[in-house]
Structures are given as structure tokens and as C-alpha cells.
């Protein structure tokens, strides 16, 4: 099983810029996550997924949208990239609430 | 406003010992708590969790502990193997959260040979 598998694993762009993180899972979760790490920091929640066609905000989603159109995808669009986006992009993914994640290697976006 | 703080950056300690590695939280309706690994370059990796409903969760080497009255959780390590040097991560979920993790900064911990 490939697990949860996100692409690029690194990505530089410039400022105004727009770019989509994909991230595919195939385990057959419900629910998918986005979060985002800055340096020496936690990870904060960008948005959720609970099922296909349900998605919704977390703690940090200014600046950025999602879709989940099937179980299996949940990407991430990033419109107008700014220097405050530059940060490593993890998704996640579990079967049901209160259940380990499985995260994918993440994806290294620097914004210049 | 951190709701889940852990306030060591880093630890030391000898292969063989001990590590204790601890958490604290400030929300009082959190009912769920997680222990996540992170090696440099890859993703978290889930370790090992707790009920609010426990105290205490074992998973071979693991132990976590869970003080409720405290808002404190700890990671035991026992015995620390050079391989367990990674960054952990505590993190929590409140009911009816849909599963959604509100994560501490994390702690670096260097198992030394």
C-alpha cells in the first residue's frame, strides 16, 4: 500500500503565483486533513475532509481552498502565493474521528 | 493562545534510560491524545494514544500517561534506543471535533550511544 502519497515534495514559487498540492490516499478514509509547519513550530490545520463532498475550514485557511470530489483525492489549491505561505504542507488521512492519522512526506513550498 | 504546550525543545539522554517526554493542555473539553514521531524529511508517524477515560496506555516500549486534574500528559520511552532520536509531537482532539488535532511544538529528542 502506497499510504497517503503528496506531490511535489518540493515546490518554489514566485510571489501572485497559484499552484495545486495533490494528495491521494488509498486506504478508503473518510477523513483527510491538510496542515501546515512552520519552523520550531506545531502543525496547524488548514482544512478537513470528512467524506467526499464535505470539506471545511480549520484553524489557518486564509489563502488557500480545497475539493474532495472523490474518497480517494483531497488537494489543496494555493491562490496568489505570498511569503507568509512558505512552510512544509503535510496531508493526512484516518477512517474514522480519534484515530491516528496516516500522513504523507510532505511537500516543501518556499515563496519568494 | 497554545492550548497544547510542550515546553522542553529538546532532550538528552543515554541509550538504555529513560526518556520522558511531557505535555500540557489548557482546554478542559480535549477527551482524546496523541503521541505522533517525525524523522527530518519525512511525515509524522502515530506512536501511540490515550483516552480521557484513562490514565495510562502502554504499547511495548510506550507509555503514556495522562493527568486529567493536571491537563498533563507524558511519553515514557523505555529503554531509549539510539533509533527513537526524532522530534515527538503531542497532540489533541476535543468531542465531536471530527477528528481534527490541535498539535504542541514539539520536542527533539537525542538518544545518545
Known amino acids: 500500500n502506497a499510504g497517503v502519497t503528496q506531490t511535489p515534495k518540493f515546490r518554489i514559487l514566485k510571489i501572485g503565483q497559484s499552484m495545486t498540492l495533490q494528495c491521494t490516499q488509498d486506504?478508503?478514509?473518510?477523513?483527510m486533513y491538510w496542515y501546515r509547519q512552520d519552523p520550531g513550530m506545531g502543525l496547524k490545520l488548514i482544512y478537513y475532509?470528512?467524506?467526499?463532498?464535505?470539506?471545511d475550514k480549520g484553524e489557518v485557511p486564509n489563502g488557500y481552498n480545497v475539493s474532495r470530489s472523490t474518497t480517494e483525492d483531497f488537494p489543496l489549491r494555493l491562490e496568489l502565493a505570498a511569503p507568509s505561505q512558505t512552510s512544509v504542507y503535510f496531508c493526512?488521512?484516518?477512517?474514522?474521528?480519534?484515530?491516528?492519522?496516516?500522513f504523507g512526506s510532505g511537500t516543501r513550498l518556499t515563496v519568494v | 493562545d497554545q492550548q497544547v504546550k510542550q515546553n522542553s525543545p529538546s532532550l538528552s539522554v543515554q541509550e538504555g534510560r529513560i526518556s520522558i517526554l511531557n505535555c500540557d493542555y489548557t482546554?478542559?473539553?480535549?477527551?482524546?491524545f496523541l503521541w505522533y514521531k517525525k524523522y527530518p524529511a519525512e511525515g509524522p508517524t502515530f506512536l501511540i494514544s490515550?483516552?480521557?477515560?484513562?490514565d495510562k496506555n502502554e504499547d511495548g516500549r510506550f507509555t503514556v500517561f495522562l493527568n486529567k486534574s493536571a491537563k498533563h500528559l507524558s511519553l515514557h520511552i523505555v529503554p531509549s534506543q539510539p533509533g527513537d532520536s526524532a522530534v515527538y509531537f503531542c497532540?489533541?482532539?476535543?468531542?465531536?471535533?471530527?477528528?481534527?488535532?490541535?498539535f504542541g511544538q514539539g520536542t527533539t529528542l537525542q538518544v545518545k550511544p
Open positions: 493526512a488521512s484516518s477512517p474514522t474521528a480519534n484515530y491516528g492519522y496516516t
Open positions: 482546554n478542559s473539553m480535549f477527551d482524546y
Open positions: 486506504m478508503n478514509h473518510n477523513y
Open positions: 490515550i483516552s480521557s477515560i484513562k
Open positions: 475532509s470528512v467524506g467526499a463532498g464535505i470539506t
Open positions: 497532540a489533541a482532539s476535543a468531542v465531536g471535533n471530527t477528528g481534527k488535532l490541535i
